[in-house]
């Protein structure tokens, strides 16, 4: 049977899902490309000493653990050294955690828990497209909500919820966010987490980020202000490396439940090797060390970048400041389709993510989303000159 066989087969929810993730992905270590696409943790500073070292001392007599199958929830010892890391002193309970594969796994098993088509979910816009392909997977209705660089903005977010019906949950991401790189406030986060509490509104707060600002500064988590109305969703891609594929999500205790039953309908347990290393680097202490490392790093790039940015592209541009994360947003003349640009980027060497994907409608067409987090700043120089080349022809 034909490809074109196949398509009048699809159920509902596979048609119509784009190829953007599976394209940013291809491109990892691409040759000859520049990449600005993924949201890529610098190779660099991966611990690949750490791994190595602790594979050879003692993956010998953890093995029983590290190479069988684990509980659907994660290993006991794993959630509770990572309970003690993520609210460190808030008292979480490992029976609130549950260990995922990525925190895109997690993101499923949300939609698959608490989505039957046509619920609706609201999210800020532009947001990470991968949130937008699960919601989509389960065939919510997705509204936006208005952001700007301070993050998802309270009013508009009441005047969401004052029209239509309660949405099922409200996604947002408040640190250094995907695609824009914004911080939510402080005040915004207190006002958000009190609009929830009055409608009754489930958060989702992913905090992929959250550890990667560039100087660190104290803006309490969303779950933080409210653990009762949030379930917080995290990763070890971005601080350890996404190799592992392990994230988790701590909320409310019976929603952690159900998303556990979920998970049997899924992979049934995130894999125990990565489980493993995750909780030895962990209990090693070397994650703040690490974390050190990675935020220089990532300030210096961004700094690179803008540098490359401001030489290279004309007037008619503008981008976003990040204070930390991966991403800068770039904005261009309303004529621009950064879309219909990617083969000549290609052919040029330099790879990014045109907008469109981000919005649920796919309906902007003059912005796209720039990385700096895993090109050198050398890379950067010459990346932007290619991207100043591409954006300035017509
Ligand atoms: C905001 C956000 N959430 C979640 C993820 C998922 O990461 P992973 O599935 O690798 O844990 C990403 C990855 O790009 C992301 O940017």
Known sequence: M????????????????????????????????????????????????????????????????????????????????????IHSGQGVSPSSLLVTS???????????????????????A??????????NGFEARIDTVAADEEGLDPAALADALASGPLPKLLYVIPDFQNPTGSWLSTSRRHEIVALARRHGLLIVEDVAYREL???????????????????QVGTFSKILFPGVRLGWATGPSS??????????????CAGGLGQWLA??????????PQLTVA???????????????????GPEFSWTTPRGGFFTWVTGPPSLDTAALLPRAASLGVAYVPGAPFYPQRDVHNTLRIAFSATTP?????????????????
């Not at 100087?215 to 949030?230: F, T």
Request: glycine fraction near 10%; proline fraction near 6%.
């Open 378 to 394: 050398a890379e950067i120089a010459e990346g932007t000159r290619r991207l100043g080349l591409l954006l300035s022809t017509p």
């Open 255 to 268: 929603l952690i439940g159900h998303l556990t039953r979920a998970k049997q309908n899924s992979d049934q």
């Open 279 to 288: 909780e030895s680097y962990l209990r090693s202490g070397a994650l703040g």
């Open 2 to 85: 034909t490809n074109t066989g196949y398509e009048v087969r699809l159920a509902r929810r596979a048609a119509g899902s784009g190829d953007e993730l599976s394209a940013i992905l291809s491109l990892v270590n691409a040759p000859g490309q520049i990449t600005f696409s993924g949201g890529f943790p610098a190779p660099d500073i991966f611990p690949t000493a750490f791994v190595r070292d602790v594979v050879l001392e003692e993956l010998g007599s953890s093995a029983p653990v590290a190479l069988q199958y684990t509980p659907t929830e994660g290993l006991a010892s794993l959630r509770s050294a990572l309970a003690e890391w």
């Open 295 to 313: 935020r220089s790093t990532y300030a210096a790039r961004w700094e690179a970048m803008a540098g490359g940015l401001a030489a290279h592209l």
């Open 102 to 124: 990525g925190g895109i796994e997690a993101l499923q098993l949300l939609c698959r828990t608490l989505l039957d088509p046509g619920d609706r979910v609201l999210v800020e």
């Open 213 to 231: 600002a560039f100087v660190p500064e104290d803006r309490p988590s969303l779950w933080s202000l409210a653990p009762d109305v949030v379930v």
């Open 126 to 135: 532009p947001t990470y497209l991968g949130a937008l392909t699960a919601f």
